[in-house]
């Protein structure tokens, strides 16, 4: 456990593993060149670009120490999203429904004090001040692709720790079979909650298995950074083989129950937003194909898209959870 939070209510590192954003993408490139011989020539222009980078960072933020993953599926080689690409195209309606809304609109946030409930089928229910919560666990850096519906996709080096050890510290009874995701819904600042595109507060679910499985990542930061407002501040899910809408942003309350949750996107749309939501080549969305991406960021609007992956690529780690089911069925 390499953080502390101080007064003020950042979080700010001890010790020396924190890897601010902006070094990243520059240290990856660099392993490649090193490995290609040609690291010499690139030393100079790559110093320049990182000072500019750390330049431009948003100083509001306060980094993240983590120590980097070694859970099966939490690293990949692909070249990251930029920074500024993931923290401005966003999705949370709360803020609007533009992707620069959120960018735009989300300063309003108000995220200290912050309180995690944890009902329902549990022996421990408890509810977790915001500090308390980021002491449970070590942090963790996961580089995990994240799948919109929509038909983009980005990837993104996510600070947190697997869901599954809050479960075990509170203790779900035998007859809990599912997990409702409750996040924060208040007109106050949150100017569109109350708009009639979906149902407030924004529900999302997961199976128990689902939900304890090592991937599910209870998310605080990205890029070495707290997360951004526009991000999900302070707490959200991420859950890298289902499309991004099953990631549920600025989390206030996580509920056990035997029933499957109703989520807010099935209640507006039963027949396009399933409770799985699998990421799945083979199932169309019924107004588009779901056989292709877009990466934003990386490819232009002319760019050639890439092929989806069945379950976002991690079919290897989640596949065996739903051996046997019809995943046409169950989309
Ligand atoms: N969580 C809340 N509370 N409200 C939202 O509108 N949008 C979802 C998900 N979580 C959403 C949410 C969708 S559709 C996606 S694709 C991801 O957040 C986007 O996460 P990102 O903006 O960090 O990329």
Not at 143 to 155: F, H
Not at 190 to 208: A, C, K
Not at 231 to 257: C, D, E, Q
């Amino acid at each position: 456990m390499l953080i502390k939070t101080h007064r003020d209510g950042f979080i700010h590192p001890i010790g020396s593993e924190i890897t601010p954003q902006s070094a990243y993408q520059g240290r990856r490139d660099m392993l490649k060149l090193m490995a290609s011989g040609l690291a010499g020539a690139a030393l100079a222009s790559w110093a320049s670009r990182e000072a500019l980078a750390q330049a431009q960072r948003p100083g509001k933020l306060a980094a993240l120490a983590a120590a980097k993953s070694n859970a099966a599926g939490a690293v990949t080689m692909e070249k990251l999203t930029p920074y500024k690409d993931a923290t401005t195209y966003n999705n949370f309606y709360e803020f609007g429904t533009d992707k620069a809304d959120p960018a735009r609109n989300a300063h309003t946030l108000k995220t200290t004090p912050w309180t995690v409930e944890i009902d329902g089928l549990v022996k421990k229910p408890a509810k977790y001040q915001l500090e308390d919560l980021l002491k449970l666990s070590a942090q963790e850096e996961r580089i995990y692709r994240l799948r919109c519906v929509e038909g983009w996709s980005m990837v993104i080096p996510w600070v947190g720790y697997s869901l599954s050890k809050l479960i075990e510290k509170v203790e779900p009874l035998g007859n809990a079979k599912f997990v409702e995701f409750i996040t924060q819904a208040d007109p106050k600042t949150m100017p569109f909650v109350g708009s009639r595109v979906l149902d407030w507060p924004y529900v999302e679910g997961l199976r128990m298995d689902e939900a304890m499985h090592p991937l599910t990542l209870l998310s605080f930061g990205m890029y070495g950074e707290v997360l951004p407002n526009q991000n999900g501040a302070p707490v959200r899910l991420v859950v890298p083989w289902k499309y991004g809408f099953k990631s549920g942003k600025s989390l206030v309350r996580i509920r056990f129950t035997d029933r499957e949750p109703k989520t807010a996107w099935n209640k507006a749309a039963a027949n396009e937003y399933g409770f799985y939501s699998n990421v799945n080549p083979d199932v169309d969305h019924p107004r588009w194909s779901q056989a292709t991406e877009r990466r934003i960021g990386e490819d232009g609007l002319f760019a050639k898209k890439r092929k989806t992956l069945m379950f976002n690529g991690y079919e290897a780690q989640v596949g065996q959870l739903y051996a046997g089911m019809d995943l046409k069925k169950n989309f």
